[in-house]
């Protein structure tokens, strides 16, 4: 098992850039795939990015590349998300989610542990 608390969120302004971060506990952190996933009031979960056990492969939703970037530290126990360029469309709640098939997949419901999320706002 696996505990996610997600930091970094804020309000930012239109073209900024913010860093999430997301603290995982146990010795296990290596043996999992993480995701990240963002939802906006009245949405569905939306997948963000994604990266393998190891980090040598990330993936990333529609329209991610390029303003997104995931890494993870797998001798510190934390994944990150660097966003730049923000848009008001990127406001919503982000969520870091571990899996343990290691596929680093893109659907949500593949995912067994979720952290509590962290509220990103974009302003103008």
């Known amino acids: 098992q696996v505990h996610l608390v997600e930091s970094g969120g804020g309000l930012v302004q239109t073209g900024g850039s913010l860093m999430l971060s997301c603290a995982a506990s146990?010795?296990?952190?290596?043996?999992?795939?993480m995701g990240w996933f963002r939802q906006a009031p009245g949405t569905e979960r939306e997948f963000v990015a994604s990266?393998?056990?190891?980090?040598?492969?990330?993936y990333y939703g529609a329209s991610m590349e390029g303003r997104f970037t995931i890494s993870r530290n797998n001798a510190e126990n934390t994944v990150s998300l660097q966003i730049n360029s923000l848009k008001i469309e990127d406001t919503a709640v982000y969520f870091c989610?571990?899996?343990?098939?290691?596929?680093?997949?893109?659907?949500?419901?593949?995912?067994?542990?979720w952290g509590q999320g962290t509220q990103v706002t974009v302003s103008s």
């Open positions: 989610a571990a899996d343990s098939t290691g596929r680093a997949q893109t659907v949500a419901r593949a995912y067994d542990y």
């Open positions: 146990g010795r296990t952190f290596s043996s999992y795939a």
């Open positions: 990266i393998t056990r190891s980090g040598a492969v990330a």
